[in-house]
């Protein structure tokens, strides 16, 4: 079973705040991906990386950023949160040519 | 560009009865195909991947999937549908020439009724 932690799994915050979304991965895993995923909806690529130092901006534009810092570690930040943010984000990481293994998700919630 | 199909939004089956979850795809080579299943609040858990040879591939809980060249189709299945299996699904397609990133299909929600 892949080990990949997403925390928190629910966050309710209001209007302006700074979030950080964390992701880490026990496998060593190179790629790492954010998805943001809206309920009934299919999951849209906004973040991935390659590797350490190494990222890139998905197939769905989002204001959030993203660092890779350690291999093990991709967190997501909102610099100043917006109800448009509300939603809810997948973190994943894959070996090269493997299938993506996926966290639980953290559920955002901006009032 | 990759784009990936699902024609059914929601399908209900009876317990035990049989299961087909469809999918099509629009992609230059032979992709790299997955089906994912979420149940709520969880994130996605793989059941299956098709890279390449045997078309048939088998997947856990009991799912097989199909992969159809002709028909750019990879439809999922299972012989007997439990109670547990209600879930949405996910098919995808893995886009080699952006490693691998992942293109999915809007899901299908399985309802199970007893």
């Known amino acids: 079973e892949a080990d990949i932690y997403q925390t928190p799994r629910y966050l309710v915050i209001g209007t302006g705040k700074k979030i950080t979304l964390e992701c880490s991965q026990t496998m060593g895993h190179d790629k790492m991906y954010w998805y943001q995923q809206d309920p009934g909806m299919e999951l849209h690529l906004i973040h991935y990386?390659?590797?350490?130092?190494?990222?890139e901006k998905g197939d769905l534009s989002s204001e959030s950023t993203v660092s890779r810092i350690r291999t093990e570690h991709f967190p997501l930040t909102l610099e100043s949160a917006r109800p448009s943010h509300t939603s809810q984000y997948l973190c994943?990481?894959?070996?090269?040519?493997?299938?993506?293994?996926f966290g639980d998700g953290t559920r955002l919630s901006i009032l | 560009a990759q784009s990936v199909t699902q024609p059914d939004i929601h399908i209900t089956v009876s317990e035990g009865a049989s299961l087909e979850l469809r999918c099509n795809y629009s992609?230059?080579?032979?992709?790299?195909l997955f089906w994912y299943v979420q149940s709520p609040g969880q994130g996605l858990q793989l059941l299956l991947k098709y890279f390449s040879g045997d078309t048939l591939v088998q997947g856990i809980k009991g799912f097989e999937a199909e992969f159809k060249r002709s028909q750019s189709s990879f439809n999922l299945r299972k012989p007997s549908v439990h109670w547990s299996d209600a879930a949405e699904y996910f098919c995808?397609?893995?886009?080699?020439?952006?490693?691998?990133?992942?293109?999915f299909g809007a899901g299908t929600i399985l309802r199970v009724k007893s």
């Open positions: 994943a990481s894959s070996d090269s040519g493997q299938p993506q293994h």
């Open positions: 995808a397609v893995g886009v080699k020439e952006y490693g691998n990133k992942l293109v």
């Open positions: 990386s390659y590797g350490v130092n190494s990222t």
């Open positions: 992609y230059g080579a032979t992709p790299y």
